[in-house]
């Protein structure tokens, strides 16, 4: 399928002095993913770049020879800041609309007496989590115990954890639902998210460029820092709801 042109920024550049080196940049810049067209003049020192999405600065100039090449790149017509804020929340919206979800109906199920009761909305909103997560999973086993076996410690060395663990998934957020041996059940919390964050931190710490599978093979997410303030909430919540027990 054809590339559909969904953006086009407008940046200085300078450092062109011929048509060499109009060419080298304009291959230089085509070169990058997500990248559909590029114009650029040394007349007036200036690119425009079409992309599928925005692109870092960071990312364009390291494509022209990094902070220290003869080409600097810089925005001219648009804030480098707000677009990658919309990037980021385009990227993500799959993850924060669930959140927003499972967070309204958990504050509207927890509040009694003029008052939220944590309790409740931590149990509710660790069973909307983990329903969410696992049905997305579930939509295609396969491909999710594929994907996480690329990051996970533990499913690293046996393949099978990747399949067992939707399931898991799925018996915590019943488990959460009916409210099932809350100490047993915060504990296996607390353990399998430890172990999962685990993975998690190594693959970002190290800058791997790879998909998240927290919502299985569905969505196309990034592995970020994002993934793991996903599992330190679950972790964080299942040993307040143990301290507070």
Known sequence: MPKVLIMTHTYQLTGMTCGGCENKVKSNLLALPDVTSVKVSKDTNSATIGMDKHIGLDILQQALGGKDS????????????????????????????????????SLV?????????FMTFMRVFMAGFFLTFSLFKLLNLKAFAESYAMYDLVAKKFSTW???YAFIELGLGLSFVLNLSPAIVNWVTLIVMTVSILGVLESVLNKK??????????????MSTVTIVEDAIMIAMSAAMLVLM
């Open 70 to 105: 003869k080409y600097q790149i810089s925005p001219t017509s648009h804030s480098e800041v707000l677009e990658e804020t919309k990037s980021w929340a385009e990227t993500y919206k799959p993850i924060l609309l669930i959140f927003g979800y499972v967070t309204t109906i």
């Open 109 to 117: 199920v927890s509040w009694q007496n003029n008052a939220i009761n």
């Open 162 to 164: 990747g399949y067992l």
């Open 209 to 222: 460029k790879i998909q998240c599978a927290c919502l299985g093979a569905v969505f196309n997410l990034p």
